[in-house]
């Protein structure tokens, strides 16, 4: 990880040396006996912090380091001094379009800020969770959100500090994220043991011993930061001899960024030689995790021993300094992770105990799903009972209609005659009611033609189609009013 000092000095002073080119730091070299590879100076590049806001920060640095006179400060201002704000107060200074540059990202940063809460929220609300406000805004400290539209003196000071903080305290929480790691890895080989009968568990068991003596079979590690082992990386990478190994030119020759500090991914990059002596990602038994967990053991150690004012950076004096020590020329021997459990057995207990609650509280909110599914399922069979309940009322319904539906009767007029449908056994229409079939209907004269003509509807019991016939057959009309009345019956065409 990079520190505000390495982040300010990688990302400000480095273009501008880049730029100068011939005025870059001289290496001493005896030319007579050294002959120094041939590299290209490339620009670093952009190693990312891990910080949730580490485009933030790097926006904010790169339109600083337009400024030449914020560029001078930082140049001069050594880390303790940035750490207690006194670079922060030279934001006053800045030119004008840097200052607008710097609203608009902080605006942009206040944005999504607030889009992530909205969304945060939403997912604990949705899960039942009640939301700590105030926790969410602790985490966004880096910036006044106060002010959401001008990136003030506060701001960069706020993220400063922040910054700060949160790197140094990033390699205790890789440390505890790898520690996770191993015992959970442990827990579920313990688990899968469980599952295998006693002759697979014995050749699991024996698999897994072979594995870890293939692993530890290995090269002699040599001590990080030790005189055999900058040796080696100045043998085997730049290719030059052993006995002529000098201090100051190597340090010249693996500051990659010209900045005069070996910064954390520096340091980091001096031991990929150790570790390919441990780690092959081809061999089933080497862990790749467990390799960078190394690497960070053997940076951690360095900067103990070296980094004498604990600005998380090696100066030229600094490391000039450690080559002087004993420690330097006749080291311990370095002792690799399988030679140091990355946990106690009583963390692995505490761990075990804390993944059982937690499958305890898993298997009760499942029983809770379940619970609830099964609820779910009841209620949406009662929906689809009722549902063809009423489909079946409305084809009830539906077949009703047809079966009550009257038929009309079919008369056809042919000069005087009427001929009359035959009842085909559709109910009367109303107003009539069925005779017994053993009841006489009494015959009633009609009068003669050219009298008076009166037309009577049929008493009740009497049926009017026969009376209709009867009269008309006789040469006789129907008053308008009964022929309309007919023809609303469709007695009549």
């Not at 750490?83 to 800045?94: C, I, N, R, S, T």
């Not at 509807?457 to 022929?483: I, K, M, T, W």
């Amino acid at each position: 990880m990079l520190t505000m000092k390495g982040l300010f000095t990688g990302c400000l002073i480095v273009p501008c040396l880049l730029l100068l080119g011939s005025e870059a730091v001289p290496i001493s070299i005896d030319k007579t006996k050294v002959k120094a590879p041939e590299e290209t100076v490339e620009a670093p590049q952009s190693v990312d912090t891990g910080l949730h806001y580490d485009r933030y920060l790097r926006e904010v640095i790169d339109y600083l380091e337009k400024d030449q006179h914020f560029r001078e400060k930082l140049h001069n201002t050594d880390m303790e001094d940035i750490k207690q704000g006194k670079l922060a107060k030279e934001l006053d200074f800045v030119s004008h379009h840097v200052r607008t540059k710097l609203d608009e990202l902080k605006r942009q940063e206040v944005s999504r800020l607030r889009t992530l809460i909205k969304a945060k929220q939403d997912m604990e609300e949705g899960k039942g969770i009640a939301v700590d406000h105030q926790a969410l805004l602790k985490q966004f400290e880096y910036l006044n959100h106060m002010n959401p539209h001008t990136f003030e003196v506060d701001d960069l000071d706020r993220l400063i500090k922040s910054a700060t903080s949160d790197l140094e305290n990033f390699d205790k929480e890789r440390h505890e994220e790898f520690k996770r790691y191993e015992m959970m890895k442990e827990h579920e080989r313990q688990e899968h043991l469980k599952t295998l009968d006693e002759e697979a568990r014995r050749r699991e068991e024996e698999h897994y011993e072979e594995m870890r003596k293939k692993h530890a079979d290995h090269p002699k590690v040599n001590h990080p930061g030790s005189q055999n082992q900058l040796k080696e990386v100045w043998e085997d990478k730049d290719g030059l001899d052993p006995d002529d190994f000098d201090p100051k030119t190597f340090f010249n020759l693996h500051d990659s960024n010209g900045d005069g500090f070996f910064d954390e991914q520096e340091l980091e990059a001096l031991f990929t030689k150790e570790l390919e002596k441990i780690y092959d990602p081809t061999n089933e038994e080497d862990d790749m995790v467990e390799m960078e967990e190394e690497r960070l053991r053997m940076r951690e150690h360095v900067m103990n021993e070296v980094d004498a004012n604990k600005d998380r950076l090696v100066s030229l004096d600094e490391f000039l300094v450690a080559t002087k020590k004993k420690e330097f020329l006749e080291p311990d021997s370095w002792e690799t992770l399988e030679q140091n459990q990355a946990y106690t057995d009583e963390e692995m207990r505490e761990f075990e105990a804390q993944l059982s609650m937690q499958e305890e509280e898993l298997s009760l909110k499942a029983q809770d799903l379940q619970q609830q599914r099964a609820e779910l399922e009841r209620q949406q069979e009662q929906l689809n009972a009722q549902k063809q309940e009423l489909q079946q009322a409305v084809e009830h319904m539906e077949k009703l209609k047809q079966t009550q539906r009257v038929e009309p009767p079919e008369v056809q007029v042919a000069g005087n005659d009427v001929p009359f449908a035959q009842d085909q056994g559709h109910p009367l229409p109303p107003g009539h009611a069925e005779l017994p079939p053993d009841h006489a209907i009494p015959h009633q004269e009609l009068p003669q033609r050219g009298q008076p003509q009166e037309f009577n509807p049929a008493p009740p019991g009497h049926n009017q189609l026969h009376q209709v016939a009867e009269h008309l057959a006789e040469g006789h009309h129907l008053p308008q009013g009964e022929q309309h009345h007919l023809q609303e019956h469709n007695a009549i065409p």
